[in-house]
């Protein structure tokens, strides 16, 4: 079991640049949540996403969109990037249906934006 | 709004010795209380796990020792090696409605050698 894959692991953006990040659910797993980590600060919840639908939201602006796909897999997207999205961008999945495990992390994608 | 309050922001500990890391909380719905251990360049993994009907939980070295009263909870390592040495996030959720992980800031903990 390959556990929760992002893509990719690093990536230097300009300002006003777009972004999509991705990631890819551990095997059984049906949610993906999305975080980003600046340096020195604990993860901050973005979204979450089940049955393709954002089912609820952190404290983040519009720019800041996902979407999940039929296969569980999900894409993390910032629009008109400023500098501080620079960050830590960590992808979380889980079951949350019967039998709901407990989130797994992926390793991140470390974005900076110059 | 900081609902999960973490202290200390950084610890050196000598070998052997047993570091202690505190968190208190504000919402009154949390019910479920994870530990996650963040070494550089990785993603958090989950450590240990409480529920607050539990007052203590040991898995191997670690404890978690939580006081629904006071709204806190603690993580003890014992016997604490070099290799423990990572940054540690105490957290909390509300299972049963939205899933979503509320982490403290953190604590960078340095073991000696």
């Known amino acids: 079991d390959a556990g929760v894959t992002q893509s990719p692991t690093h990536l230097i953006k300009t300002r006003g640049q777009q972004v999509t990040l991705r990631c890819s659910p551990k095997?059984?797993?049906?949610?993906v949540s999305w975080y980003q980590q600046a340096l020195g600060q604990g993860p901050q919840f973005i979204f979450q996403?089940?049955?393709?639908?954002?089912?609820q939201r952190g404290n983040f602006p519009d720019r800041f969109s996902g979407h999940q796909f039929p296969n569980y897999s999900s894409e993390l997207n910032v629009n008109a990037l400023l500098l501080g999205d620079s960050a830590l961008y960590l992808c979380?999945?889980?079951?949350?249906?019967?039998?709901?495990?407990?989130?797994?992390f992926g390793q991140g994608t470390r974005l900076t934006v110059v | 709004q900081q609902q999960v309050k973490q202290s200390p922001q950084s610890l050196i500990v000598q070998k052997g010795g047993i570091p202690i890391i505190n968190c208190a909380y504000e919402?009154?719905?949390?019910?479920?209380f994870p530990w996650y251990q963040q070494f550089p360049g990785k993603g958090p993994a989950l450590l240990i796990a409480?529920?607050?009907?539990?007052s203590e939980k040991k898995e191997g070295r670690f404890t978690i020792s939580f006081n629904k009263s006071a709204k806190q909870f603690s993580l003890h390592i014992m016997d604490s090696q070099p290799g423990d040495s990572a940054t540690y996030f105490c957290?909390?959720?509300?299972?049963?409605?939205?899933?979503?992980?509320?982490f403290g800031k953190g604590t960078r903990l340095h073991i000696l050698p």
């Open positions: 919402n009154t719905a949390f019910d479920y």
């Open positions: 979380a999945s889980s079951h949350l249906g019967a039998g709901r495990t407990e989130a797994f």
């Open positions: 095997s059984g797993h049906d949610t």
């Open positions: 409480i529920r607050p009907d539990v």
């Open positions: 996403y089940y049955e393709e639908e954002e089912r």
């Open positions: 957290a909390a959720s509300i299972e049963g409605r939205d899933d979503k992980i509320i």
